[in-house]
């Protein structure tokens, strides 16, 4: 199996809040043009917590709770989703919400993991081509 070097840039907002009152779940949404479809269209995503990826308002699959948890401050997991048959000629649209998992919780645990190193705001990193 080939060895794939990642770059990206993490996307996060602009203002780190953790307040019980802060917004929940964050969508993340961005509306692109394709001319021709693709043979094959993969999106490589990864997380910190927890996402939901929805193409022009469809899941590409049923999984829930993904990616599985890291060691975050060592690597982060991704999830590939085969989103071929989700894209139309024309405009589309990706939505990304985000929730923590274990990478932002600010619950009090008996793993004590509201002080953990790797406690940020929940951040996405996309290999787009």
Known sequence: MEKRIWSGRWIAPDVLEHTVSSAPAPAMIRSFE???????????LASGGYHELYINDQRP????????????DKHVHYVVYDITNLLKAGSNQIKILLGNGWYDCNTATVWRTEHTAWRDTVKLCCDLE
Request: glycine share 0%; hydrophobic share 35%.
């Open 61 to 72: 699959d049923d999984r829930v709770l993904s990616p599985s948890p890291s060691q975050f």
């Open 34 to 44: 394709l001319e021709n479809l693709p043979q094959q269209a993969l999106l490589y």
